[in-house]
């Protein structure tokens, strides 16, 4: 059994920063992808910005520049470091991952919870 579960989000003031991170527990072999969403109230998920163990990583023209994201295999966490943040990044941040549960078996994807995150004054 997997769990995934995403932390950090907090109050900040616009122009700070923030680190989220999604750790994963349970059955893991190896995590083979991982990606961050938003949802603000009324909207739908939005992609930010997705990575992959072989490298490659791709970010959404509202992320590019101002998020990035990396993983710590060893922790089995990912993490999104967010700069100069503005008041419309504020929405619950999702974690998605892709996980193995053995070695060479294909993996399959888990979401977190969802952590709140509010740029304010």
């Known amino acids: 059994q997997v769990h995934v579960q995403e932390s950090g989000g907090t109050l900040v003031q616009p122009g700070g920063s923030l680190r989220l991170s999604c750790a994963a527990s349970?059955?893991?072999?190896?995590?083979?992808?991982w990606a961050w969403y938003r949802q603000q109230p009324g909207n739908q998920r939005e992609f930010l910005a997705a990575?992959?163990?072989?490298?490659?990583?791709n970010y959404a023209t509202s992320a590019e520049g101002r998020f990035a994201i990396s993983r710590d295999s060893a922790k089995n966490t990912v993490y999104l470091q967010m700069n100069s943040l503005k008041p419309e990044d504020t929405a619950v941040y999702y974690c998605?991952?892709?996980?193995?549960?053995?070695?060479?078996?294909?993996?399959?994807?888990?979401w977190g919870q969802g952590t709140q995150v509010t740029v304010s004054s």
């Open positions: 998605k991952l892709g996980i193995r549960d053995r070695a060479f078996r294909p993996a399959k994807e888990y």
């Open positions: 349970g059955t893991v072999a190896s995590i083979a992808s």
């Open positions: 990575g992959t163990s072989g490298g490659a990583t």
